[in-house]
């Protein structure tokens, strides 16, 4: 059974562009989680995603888009970076639409100069 | 709103000693409580899920209890060891979301 991954591992981008992160689901789960954690804070939840419709949201701005695919992979989309999204980006899936276990892949860590 | 808060920040213990890592929520509307282990850079790995319905649970030298009225769980390690040093987060999921705690940094001296 594979599990959650992510890529890239670590990426440097300026302030201002956009980027765009991945995640592949364990096998077997259709709903896939965002979080972004800041050095030293918990993770904050970005948004959820289930069978392919945004199930929830949290406080983020729309600048902060996502997407999952039929396969249930999903994609986390930054506009307009700023310094303050330096942060690792966390993924987590979990089947029967989120109402069990959360398991989450290594994350993407973002750094915005 | 979940507010979640994990006591205390930090803490250090020699091998062998029990840890007790503290978690407090505050909203007792929960589907279930998880902790979580997090290494330096690395993403989380589930320790122990808790249904809102449960009490307990335990895997191995890790047990975790809690109590939904009061808001609290606690996670105790048994006979710690230096692999165990990490920061450990709970986190309670709510309709759709885990609503984290800042977490508690261990650091188990050989």
């Known amino acids: 059974e594979t599990g959650v991954t992510q890529s890239p591992t670590h990426l440097i981008k300026t302030r201002g562009q956009q980027v765009t992160l991945r995640c592949s689901s364990q096998s077997g789960h259709n709903t896939v989680s965002w979080y972004q954690q800041a050095l030293g804070q918990g993770p904050q939840f970005i948004f959820q995603?289930?069978?392919?419709?945004?199930?929830g949201r949290g406080n983020f701005p729309p600048r902060f888009s996502g997407l999952q695919f039929p396969n249930y992979s999903s994609e986390l989309n930054v506009n307009a970076l700023e310094l303050d999204d330096s942060a690792l980006y966390l993924c987590?899936?979990?089947?029967?639409?989120?109402?069990?276990?959360?398991?989450f892949g290594p994350g993407t860590r973002l750094t915005v100069t | 709103k979940q507010e979640v808060t994990q006591i205390p920040a930090a803490l250090s213990v020699p091998e062998g000693e029990n840890l007790v890592l503290n978690c407090s929520f505050t909203d007792s509307a929960i589907y279930n409580l998880q902790w979580f282990r997090q290494d330096p850079g690395k993403g989380l790995t589930s320790l122990l899920l808790i249904q809102s319905s449960q009490r307990e649970q335990t895997s191995g030298r890790l047990n975790a209890s809690l109590d939904k009225s009061s808001g609290r769980s606690t996670l105790y390690i048994a006979a710690s060891q230096p692999g165990d040093s990490a920061t450990y987060l709970c986190a309670v999921r709510g309709d759709y979301k885990l609503s984290f705690g800042a977490g508690t940094t261990v650091t188990v001296r050989a």
């Open positions: 987590a899936s979990s089947p029967l639409g989120g109402a069990d276990e959360q398991y």
């Open positions: 995603y289930y069978r392919e419709e945004e199930n």
